[in-house]
Nanobody, 123 residues
């Protein structure tokens, strides 16, 4: 089982940028598919980005494509989410997720979750 801790959230003005980090503990981080999700108040959790074990494959929904970039550093057991051109509708708690099953980058059925970090975008 991998433990996940997100950081880097905060308050930013519309048009600004933030980089979220997710530090993973436990063995074999490089074998995990990783992803970011978000949940705004009163809304369902939404998929934001996913990356396979090597970083060679990434996936994004249309709502963030071109603005968000997921990456990973397997030597540091960390996955990142670089967010640019932020909009007020990006305001949410952002969660990091992990799973050994690489198909989860398509199915989105991730098994391990962090506690989340708040991102607030002001207009």
């Amino acid at each position: 089982q991998v433990q996940l801790v997100e950081s880097g959230g905060g308050l930013v003005q519309a048009g600004g940028s933030l980089r979220l980090s997710c530090a993973a503990s436990g063995r074999s981080f490089s074998s995990y598919a990783m992803a970011w999700f978000r949940q705004a108040p009163g809304k369902e959790r939404e998929f934001v980005a996913a990356i396979n074990w090597s970083g060679g494959d990434t996936y994004y929904p249309d709502s963030v494509k071109g603005r968000f970039t997921i990456s990973r550093d397997n030597a540091k057991n960390t996955v990142y989410l670089q967010m640019i051109s932020l909009k007020p509708e990006d305001t949410a708690v952002y969660y990091c997720a992990a799973d050994r099953d690489q198909t989860t980058i398509i199915t989105l059925g991730f098994g391990s979750w962090g506690q989340g970090t708040q991102v607030t975008v002001s207009s």
